[in-house]
């Protein structure tokens, strides 16, 4: 079946413009996850979705962040007046619900952001 | 001490090799530890899981030591096709936001 799509794959940007991100996760899946990794780090946690619960945004660097899921499916992820150090690929995760415990995340292709 | 911690290597091993690379973790209520594969310039996927002692799938086998908080990967007769990167994952909070680690990076040449 479909993986975990993202688009876009690339988006150059100017410093100080608004970015939207978008993710389709697997079908059934209820629980996403937002990460953004840098060059040679590993993943940071920006924000998760489960069900009709509020997200846990605990992860995001700054106000400038923000996402939303509508309909328990489709997430955006939002980055306002973007600035050169948000640089990164951002990674979408869907997962199963497990009640509470973890389970395997299925990652999209990513976004390459570049801000100039 | 971070949360997950692994030596970011590289790994320089020639095909046929034995390596193994460790991963250590500061949370010792931590129940399930996985390890996924990065290849360069792609997403993460999901190597194996460890819930107990550890873990063998063919040429892979993983093992947890929860005395010293540490899990390891141990790849046997090492292919070309295993250069990527290792990240460990270790559950943390209320067990939905993983904790990842740096990862390790291997490169097996001929």
């Known amino acids: 079946g479909a993986g975990v799509s993202q688009s876009p794959s690339n988006k150059v940007t100017e410093k100080g413009k608004d970015v939207e991100l978008r993710c389709d996760p697997i079908s059934g899946h209820t629980a996403l996850y937002w990460y953004r990794q840098s060059l040679g780090q590993g993943l940071e946690f920006l924000i998760y979705?489960?069900?009709?619960?509020?997200?846990?945004k605990s992860g995001l660097p700054s106000d400038r962040f923000s996402a939303e899921r509508t309909g328990g499916s489709v997430s955006t992820l939002t980055i306002q007046r973007t600035q050169q150090e948000d640089s990164a690929v951002y990674l979408c995760?869907?997962?199963?619900?497990?009640?509470?415990?973890?389970?395997?995340?299925?990652f999209g292709p990513g976004t390459r952001l570049t801000v100039l | 001490r971070k949360e997950v911690e692994q030596d970011p290597g590289p790994f320089n091993v020639p095909e046929g090799a034995t390596v193994a690379f460790n991963c250590t973790y500061s949370?010792?209520?931590?129940?399930?530890f996985f390890w996924y594969r990065q290849d360069c310039r792609k997403e993460p996927k999901l190597l194996m899981s460890?819930?107990?002692s550890g873990n063998e799938d063919g040429r892979f086998t993983a093992q947890l030591n929860r005395a010293s908080q540490y899990i390891s990967l141990l790849i046997r007769d090492s292919k070309l096709s295993d250069s990527a990167t290792y990240l460990c994952?270790?559950?943390?909070?209320?067990?939905?936001?993983?904790?990842f680690g740096r990862g390790t990076s291997l490169i097996v040449h001929p």
């Open positions: 979705f489960q069900g009709n619960s509020a997200p846990d």
């Open positions: 995760a869907s997962s199963l619900y497990g009640g509470g415990s973890y389970n395997e995340q299925f």
């Open positions: 994952v270790v559950p943390s909070g209320g067990s939905y936001i993983p904790t």
């Open positions: 460890v819930y107990s």
């Open positions: 949370n010792s209520a931590s129940q399930s």
